[in-house]
């Protein structure tokens, strides 16, 4: 980026809809704690929230806002599956790390549950009603028959259910899908609300927050680190950076810059449909997904109907991006032809080389956890108490997302042009139906 944090909020529905805002201070000054946290995010404050249960001191240090990046942008979609079929990480790597990442997934839902509860967020409006996979054509349909015929057999998971063109059009309203996976795992939440609630949490129990604090540089020094913000500095132990797609805005966290490539993924939310002829479209409250290789989505918040999807270019929103979404939903919903679009955002999303998040140590003072590849809202959450086993020196099992180290981005500075170019393809792909 070219400018520097803190930067203002986006705009978005999230941020209009939001209630009850945690108010935390700017860093000044010299502190000491065991741990530091760059990024005040879901890893972050997760792994805050279990640091403080290990009886570690930690602070959280965030460049903007709470809710800035990805925790306060994305769709408040909660799963817990990989952007690798667990029938595909079992050909590859087994059927025990399938088994132990599938474990993981189911884990990171159940957390998100927890943490609501736990700190009662009622205003995150958690609705576990799980999910849909949308089939577009034939072969993505066989192709969902063949991973629900394969959960069931191989790990046991029956949540898993076949739903035909005409069950799919009565639980969507629209024509456009041949059939698809009902899956009785995750559900919708309100994602900056979320966050939201969890910082406050943290807030009352007493761990320390500082909004507007980026963290410019790390120094290492004979009793720990030295953190620096423009208005204080911090003395720590051990730092952990869960900065995701956001690890450019400084060079702090350049350790893990070049190991993710941000993909922009765009948003748009309709007015109110009460009273529209949208208005019984989705009428279940899932999140649904397509099965193209350039996913959109689609999902109720309140009585809207939030449409998103992969391909915004660039470091800022696109029209032609906010175009195309409109005219993939209408296409599917002809009933929202007539309907105002309100708002419309978008944020970055963190992939990684393998498609798989990554968490681990860069040395014996710094730790890391990135990489959600866009399913992060319960992956993310749930990281923390895994993150803080790490920084207590245990090695905790994490499947895939441990097994190997960080890996740097070949020709990283072409990387824009070369997204654009395999997102071309991936286009090129869906269009012919392959």
């Not at 079992?90 to 088994?99: E, L, Q, S, V």
Request: aromatic share 8%; net charge positive.
């Amino acid at each position: 980026m070219t400018a520097h944090p803190p930067f203002p909020d986006i705009l978005s529905l999230w941020q209009e809809t939001a209630t009850d805002r945690p108010v935390f201070g700017v860093l000044s000054g010299g502190r000491h704690y065991d741990v530091a946290v760059i990024g005040g995010g879901y890893t972050g404050l997760s792994t805050a929230r279990y640091l403080a249960r290990r009886g570690l001191s930690a602070v959280v240090l965030e460049a903007n806002r709470i809710g800035w990046g990805a925790s306060g942008r994305n769709g408040g979609v909660v799963s817990g599956k990989f952007r690798l079929a667990f029938s595909e990480i079992a050909g590859r790597y087994g059927i025990d790390t399938a088994r132990r990442m599938h474990d993981l997934g189911i884990e990171a839902i159940e957390h998100v549950g927890e943490l609501v509860e736990d700190y009662g967020i009622a205003a995150a409006n958690y609705r576990p009603t799980g999910s849909l996979r949308c089939a577009h054509n034939a072969v993505s349909l066989t192709s969902l028959k063949k991973e629900a015929e394969w959960l069931h057999r191989a790990l046991g998971d029956r949540a898993c259910s076949i739903l035909s063109a005409a069950e799919m059009e009565a639980e969507t309203g629209s024509r456009d899908f041949l059939g698809g996976m009902l899956n009785s795992h995750g559900g919708i939440v309100h994602p900056l609300n979320f966050v939201f609630g969890i910082a406050a949490g943290l807030k009352k129990s007493g761990i320390d927050i500082f909004e507007n604090s980026p963290v410019t540089e790390l120094r290492r020094e004979r009793t720990g680190i030295l953190l620096e913000t423009p208005g204080g500095t911090v003395m720590a132990g051990q730092v952990v950076i869960a900065t995701n797609s956001y690890s450019d805005l400084t060079p702090a966290t350049s350790a893990v810059r070049k190991a993710i490539i941000p993909f922009r993924s765009a948003m748009i939310a309709t007015a109110p449909l009460s009273g529209m002829p949208g208005k019984k479209l989705l009428a279940q409250g899932r999140s649904y997904t397509e099965t193209r290789r350039m996913m959109r989505w689609f999902r109720k918040a309140g009585d809207r109907l939030l449409y998103g999807g992969r391909g915004a270019f660039g470091r800022t929103d696109s029209e032609a991006a906010f175009s195309a979404l409109h005219g993939a939903m209408v296409r599917q919903f002809p009933d929202l032809a007539g309907v105002a679009i309100t708002h419309r955002w978008s944020g970055l999303v963190a992939m990684t080389l393998d498609s798989l998040p990554h968490a681990g140590r860069l040395d014996d003072r710094l730790v890391y956890a990135v990489g959600y590849n866009g399913t992060g809202v319960a992956l993310a959450s749930n990281m923390g108490k895994h993150i803080a086993a790490i920084v207590a020196g245990e090695s905790p099992d994490l499947g895939l997302l441990t097994s190997e180290r960080l890996k740097s981005v070949p020709f990283y500075p072409i990387r824009e042009p070369a997204v654009r170019l395999v997102a071309g393809w991936y286009q090129f792909l869906d269009a012919i139906g392959r």
